[in-house]
């Protein structure tokens, strides 16, 4: 179960991300399920497998805001890897590694 | 009124504008203790919430990577539309590359993603809605709303900082005034009136170009304007002169300019403006010359001035004011008679001494104290009227000043009419005495009122004839009971041999209208002999008598009569 606790076992930094949320623990919490649904995950696996960097782009680009702003750092880490390789490129190189990380993470997340 | 805890108790709506449901909603749970909260998933929602709630948004939080709409994009739109213009813009951004880009095109500040700690975040947005909100409340105050120039508390504190900034540059104070405006606005129209102070205003917009300087509108009709020193104050004169007759109408509308030379940093800008003010008022009314430059013993007079604006009420209750009396002679005869009295004010004054008439007089009539001055001066000539009376067995005609001012007293002829009859003595006892100039000035109301004293049983006389404006057929309307005529006026206008012939064409005048003519300032024998020469009925003036206390004329009421 998605608790403050096992965020934080996760390594999630979760009194970062509950200080955004003025400390409403149940408001994070519902915000994180949300974000681990959030279909820019999908849009960036999908963008990666066809090649498309702008796309894969945009949405590393948003997924980054929110897993920082959640202070989802297993997950915001490599995101933010991935968005400096992506910005402005044509082509993604390595970029496949940290793709795998990055839903590796979610997965992991999701079975919290 | 609207306060400062009343603009900053107000709730201010904050508009959101992000794709990322996470973003949006940690923005929404940090400010909707403090702001009401408005969202838009993209720049194409947001505009179309800023057109629903026009006005409501303080405050717009603008994420740059969405849908539809970017952030860039909208601030494109905003920047093309006046109204939306006016609402700050804090981007949201995890990109340093986009600062800038965002900077140029109006945004003011940034909150970086991940977000700073929450209380960051609404110190920011409240710092800027603070800013930009009294940014505009100055923007609204600080024009003149007629003419586009600082208003005259913006104009003393930016002059005060630049002023301190000033280093070795010689700078000036001028000071503009339209001569006698509330009367070009009665005479022309509150709409020409309006257009001069355009005028004047636009004119030195133009003299400010491309140089240093700013202006104010420090009163209705008065600019004060702080400059680099100007040569040649005539031209600038003539310059805002030319304004003024390009609004094509025939006037005599006419400016006066003050200027101070060389402001200091020692001294507030304020003073420089009184100054320069100061300098422009010794000219109100003196057509041969328009500008003046302000010299010291100008402030001696204005803080002397004040002093006696500052005691007037006191030497009223003190009855520091006291009244003399100058004898007026009938001449006809062979010998000499006391005809009337003519009541003159003095001021000694308990510190300054003895102070002139001519000092105090015009002041008061500046600022409108004189009304009570002249109503001290009628009660004491009653009295003394009727202490004559009771005392002496005769009752003389003493004649006192009614000045243009107290022609807006409707009043005027109860109050007269109520002293006369407090102290028992005929109406026509009190004569009154109004200068030439009052009639010209509002001649209407004045042939009104007069002829209402007269009807009332007052005999009126015109003083000062001749130094005013009016015309031949006014004379022949004007219900008047004596002409008289200042010796000194005929002095000044003209040389010996002409003068004579002048004083002969006024008592012709007087003549004509069946009127006594009293010539006043008459000084010595020569002047005398030629004025009984003219034909001239009554005299007064040293030749006879300087002004005197009521005691010291008693001797001529018992020998004279």
Known sequence: ?112 | MITDALIHSTRRTVLIVEDEAVNRDLLGIILKGNYDVLYASDGLEALEILETYPGRVAMILLDILMPRMDGIEFLRRRGADEALSRIPVIVLTSDKDAELETLKMGALDFIAKPYDMPEIILARIQRIIEFVEDRQIIQEVERDELTGLYTRGFFFEYSRRLQAAQGGELRDVIAVDVDHFRLVNEVYGKGFGDELLCAVADGIWDELRGGFGIACRGDVDLFYVYLNQREDYEAVYSRLMDRVHALGRQTNVRLRMGVYRGVEADRPLDWYCVAAKAACDTIRGNYARSVVVYDSTMHERELYNERLIADMETAIAEKQFVVYYQPKYDIRGDVPKLYSAEALVRWIHPELGFISPGAFIPLFEENGLISKLDDFVWREAAAQIRDWQDRLGICLPVSVNISRMDFFDTDLKRKLLEIVAENGIPVDSLVLEVTESAYSQNMERMLKTVGELREAGFRIEMDDFGSGYSSLNMLCVMPIDALKIDMKFVRNVVNSGVGYRMVELVVEMARALDVPAVVEGVEDEAQYQMIKRVGCDIIQGYYFSRPVPPEDFEPMMKKDR
């Open chain 1, 1 to 112: 179960m998605l608790t403050i606790d096992s965020l934080r076992a996760y390594g999630a930094n979760v009194n970062e991300g509950l200080t955004r949320c003025m400390n409403n623990e149940s408001f994070y919490l519902m915000l994180v399920g949300k974000s681990l649904e959030d279909r820019n995950f999908e849009k960036l696996r999908e963008a990666m497998a066809a090649g498309n960097t702008t796309a894969a782009f945009d949405a590393a680009h948003a997924l980054k805001g929110s897993t920082g702003n959640l202070a989802l750092t297993p997950i915001y880490e490599p995101i933010c890897q991935l968005t400096e390789l992506l910005r402005g490129k044509s082509e993604a190189v390595n970029a496949d590694a940290l793709v795998d990380r990055i839903m590796e993470q979610l997965e992991k997340a999701k079975q919290l």
